[in-house]
């Protein structure tokens, strides 16, 4: 992960050393926190693109970034793990993803000539929007369903992105802080931690 | 804990630790049986190894690769299977309503689906067992079903924001709810041979491994007395092959232990891998499928979900998720589909929550993010409800393998009409009872949840893989005891039953056991 200091640190770091989390909680947040990563399976060039879409599907850029989802994908697909499922339809994911990439890449040059970390973010929005609604039928995508290939990277970037504590303190979730268990659970109430 | 030489022909081998395996593990164990349980997963800790982690606790889901085909493919993965002592168990919520009757002679009824070989009244004296074993807490008297021989042994549980909700939107509509029965611990509990568990302390992370021990898993339950019985637990042991001798009987399992072969000689084998590597495992082996049935009528229950948005603070990840329940629906009158549904109440912790948002809405950037920031404000509301068994819906070896060398399985699930008519029944319903409760904001999420069917039971050996004892047509020390071998799918949460039908199973094989030794 990028280890960049989001403005909610000191929140996060104060929740993380409380009483509130057990051992072992407290152990898998703070190596989540403090994971550096690096691209070993996807070459330099697909890596730097992954990141950028993964800004763009969870609304950060390299100013703001709380957490860079495309390290963890590429830590995945290096050991070539899977989660228990694909959608017959699709070749295994370490070829989806190359081949989703590649696709990306292809459609930018097609619709506006230019590589796609060069375009503006408008433009990127709008290929995006054509991958996840299917209207990218050429090349690359005669053969892969860009639909389902953006559902499964919208899905596993959302499920790293929001397994961030910082991103969770960022939605106002304490649920980690549970080694004493909750007693308020009735609607609007809310414990002490709570907010 | 007891251990076995491989060379030791046991009495008994059980592949999986899981709803169906574990009671048959306890169980003859507790008769004096030599009995070694193989488990492809770890033997986790509870206290030590559970944190409070959605993508830590992916270490109990079974994660080898599966194929899912056909017009609605099944998500499998994490809230679907588990991995390591205690299955599924592991990941289960503990929703435990007993099922009704008529889910047994849904064909006599309807004149679809299948019947099964055995009723309510064969299982009752089991759910009567099994609640008290477990520690179900629970409402006594219960409003749906047939009355009972005895209460629940602890009280419900509190119920949480998402159950508050739901009976605001029910009471106006006249639907009855009432706090479900969970196997929950409401307050510590204490039986011979597992020992002192410890009450929930609402920490709504019950669909992953719970900490403390409260929700009854089987590895703080029928495990614990198993070993005290003298079975031995043999982790990380992945069976690959079913051995016979020249009558056709099974003489010994064979299983990958680090990446070595290792083969335990055994007088009866109990498959209890669950309803994909259940059929798996004996389509590999070529083994038990006479009726051409093994891998077929694959079912999984209609799991409608409506979540909405609400003025009030929720805290979706506070108190047992599935808290409220109302069987008001079994039946309902003015349904154009046969069957029907219960409707309960979920909260539901964050990355279970954008997972889900994202795949069924198709959500991303600034949108999901200002959705995902009124996270504490969101409830949900589902459906269980009956799935059909369709020729349509089978599992299958495909041509590609996994890491361990051995084919990935394909799983083909479209729903059917039956499916989809219920599907919007309760959709309907769901909706009134969301907005009458205030949501806003709501979205949809069409899921089938529980895996079932694959290696039916019944009476004829043409049509079913197993007997009602669940033991093989074809070969006479081959069992099978998970959720695989339901006929039909049930209107209610399979767990309970999977664990009432393997107690049968063991007792049924314990009678013919004695009398073939005196
Ligand atoms: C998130 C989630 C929530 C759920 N909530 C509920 C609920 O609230 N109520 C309810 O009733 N049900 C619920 N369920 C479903 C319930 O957990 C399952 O229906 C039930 O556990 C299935 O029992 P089983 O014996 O068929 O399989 P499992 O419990 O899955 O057991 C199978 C076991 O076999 C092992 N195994 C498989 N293959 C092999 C092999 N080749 N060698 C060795 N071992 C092997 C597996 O590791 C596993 O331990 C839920 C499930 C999940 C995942
Ligand atoms: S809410 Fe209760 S049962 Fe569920 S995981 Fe937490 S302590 Fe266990």
Known sequence: ?195 | MQEYSNKDSVDAVIIGTGAGGAPIIARLAEAGLKVVALEAGKFWNPKKDFATDEREQNKIIWNYERLSAGDDPIPFGKNNSGFGVGGSTLAYTAYTPRPHPDDFTINTDFGVGKDWPISYEDLEPYFDELESFLGVSGPTPYPWGPDRNVGYPLPPNPINGAAQLMEIGCEPLNIKTVPAANAILSAPYHQEHVGEREACINRGFCQAGCSTGAKASTDVTFIPQAIHFGAEIRTECFVTRLNTNESGQISSVTYLKNGQEETQFCKTVFICAGAIETPRLLLMNQLANSSGQVGKNFMANVSTQIWGEFEELVHPYKGIPASLISEDLHRPKDADFASGYLLQSIGVMPITYASQLCRATGMWGKELREKMAAYNHVAGINIHGECLPYEHNYVELSDENDELGLPKPRIFFSNGTNEKRLAAHGEKIMEKIWDIAGAKNTFKVSRNAHIIGTCRMGDDATEAVVNAQGKSFDIPNLYISDNSLFPSSLTVNPTLTIMAVALRIADKFLQEYSTSKN
């Not at chain 1, 898998?28 to 403090?34: A, D, G, I, K, Y």
Request: proline letters at 3%; a negative charge; glycine letters at 4%.
């Open chain 1, 1 to 195: 992960m990028d280890n960049k200091t989001h403005q909610n640190q000191p929140e996060v770091n104060a929740l993380l050393n409380s009483e509130f989390l057990t051992e072992p909680t407290r152990k898998v947040l703070q190596e989540r926190f403090e994971k550096v990563g690096t691209n070993r399976f996807f070459d330099d060039a697909s890596f730097s693109l992954l990141s950028v879409v993964c800004d763009l599907l969870m609304d950060q850029d390299s100013e703001n970034r709380m957490v860079n989802s495309a390290y963890a994908i590429d830590e995945r697909l290096l050991h070539d793990k899977s989660d228990g499922w694909r959608y017959d339809s699709m070749p295994p994911d370490p070829v989806m993803y190359q081949l989703g990439l590649n696709g990306i890449k292809e459609t930018a040059s097609q619709l506006f000539d230019k590589k796609f970390i060069d375009l503006h973010k408008e433009q990127q929005i709008e290929i995006l929007n054509a991958v996840q609604s299917g209207k990218v039928k050429d090349g690359i995508w005669k053969n892969l369903d860009s639909k389902i290939f953006f559902e499964e990277l919208l899905a596993e970037t959302a499920e790293i992105f929001f397994s961030h504590p910082t991103v969770q303190v960022s939605i106002n979730y304490v649920g980690m802080a549970d080694a004493k268990g909750w007693t308020k659970l009735k609607l609007n109430q809310s414990e002490n931690l709570e907010n």
